[in-house]
């Protein structure tokens, strides 16, 4: 595991996209190998799937936002191959990392401009979609509503929309083996917008946001970004006017503890790893560009670094939930 010092040299190293978007993950090999391990993970984490949307073979036009290494939007593109389909992303997707399939063409540039309700690109115009799609935005987007009714309105009535994002409300597993929650606690599971709304889930007892949670959070808040996106998703694309909506979320896990599937204790046990490696330069990052007292950073990177790195850290057992949120334009 990195300590403090591997971290800093890394960050040194890293290399991000040049717009004015409010994005602020790195945009490098690394990173791009970091969400292609994820992506194979979530597949397992999902049983086996990308998409929840029920989409039919009749899907002429599909679009994935923000699409990184493009590897959502390539398993689209070759599971319909009649389909035309889009990826855009702020930075160029890598080259070579897949075979080019004719049904697919990425877009480098930012989807607020792209689809902009004044002046749409030529591909981007109103109600041409039958499918939009979008995964992580959690570090990019500063309006959630306005970007969800952006997507809504590229895709025609009767289309579906896809949102997979994290939601950072903090989770922690007991240390003793006899306060282990019952499995079904982080098990995967849907979700009514009642039962989102009233909080009422078993998971709920084991909230808990440690001191680098909280300031990683108000960071993420300072630049207009929100912490909570994932849960927030069904009522944004409710108040966009999509009809049957469909709730469902997964475990992210920090670590790996009895009672987790396979699936959950593989992706638990590479983002315990990656946690420092990833959180320690995004929060001096975002500490830069807000601003913050550097004291209060870097007292939650050593706090964070202890959790992972102290005596104690093969004991961190920490989740947050993905949330996965479909919902279908009315005809
Ligand atoms: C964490 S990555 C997730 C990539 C991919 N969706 C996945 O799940 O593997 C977020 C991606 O969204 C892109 N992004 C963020 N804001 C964007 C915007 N406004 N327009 C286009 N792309 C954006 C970033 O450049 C980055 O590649």
């Excluded at 971290?7 to 004015?20: A, E, M, P, Q």
């Excluded at 399939?101 to 109103?126: H, V």
């Excluded at 970007?147 to 579906?160: C, E, F, Q, T």
């Excluded at 998971?203 to 946001?209: F, G, I």
Aim: hydrophobic share 35%; with cysteine.
């Amino acid at each position: 595991m990195g300590s403090i010092t591997d971290t800093d040299t890394i960050h040194k190293k890293r290399t991000y996209h040049t717009t004015g978007s409010a994005y602020s993950l790195p945009n490098d090999n690394v990173e791009h190998q970091r969400l292609e391990i994820q992506h194979a993970l979530f597949i397992g984490l999902m049983g086996g799937r990308i998409i929840h949307a029920p989409l039919t073979p009749a899907v002429s036009k599909a679009i994935d936002i923000g699409c990184g290494t493009g590897s959502v939007t390539h398993a689209i593109a070759s599971a319909h191959p009649s389909t035309t389909v889009y990826g855009i992303d702020l930075s160029a997707v890598p080259a070579r990392m897949r075979t080019k399939l004719p049904n697919l063409s990425y877009i480098q540039g930012d989807f607020n401009e792209l689809a902009s309700q004044e002046n749409p690109d030529p591909r981007f115009t109103p109600k041409s979609f039958d499918y939009a799609f979008s995964r992580m935005l959690i570090y990019g987007i500063t309006n959630w509503q306005a970007y969800v009714d952006r997507a809504v309105s590229l895709v025609k009535p009767g289309g579906w929309i896809e949102m997979q994002e994290a939601d950072y409300h903090w989770y922690r597993v007991p240390r003793s083996e006899s306060e282990l929650p019952p499995s079904e606690t982080f098990a995967s599971h849907d979700l009514s917008m009642k039962e989102l709304q009233a909080r009422s889930h078993l998971s709920e007892a084991y909230l808990c946001e440690s001191q680098w949670q909280h300031t990683m959070s108000s960071l993420l808040r300072a630049k207009s970004l929100n912490p909570h996106a994932g849960s927030a998703l069904a009522s944004h694309m409710a108040a966009a006017g999509l009809t049957d909506i469909r709730i469902r979320r997964y475990i992210s896990p920090s670590g790996v503890w009895p009672g987790l599937t396979r699936e959950a204790a593989a992706f638990g046990n590479y983002v315990g790893k990656q946690t420092p490696l990833m959180y320690v330069p995004t929060i001096r990052k975002l500490g830069e560009e807000t601003g913050w007292d550097s004291g209060v950073v870097e007292e939650a990177v050593q706090y964070l670094e202890k959790e992972f790195e102290g005596e104690d850290a093969e004991e961190y057992r920490l989740w947050f939930w993905v949330y996965v949120v479909c919902g279908r334009k009315p005809e």
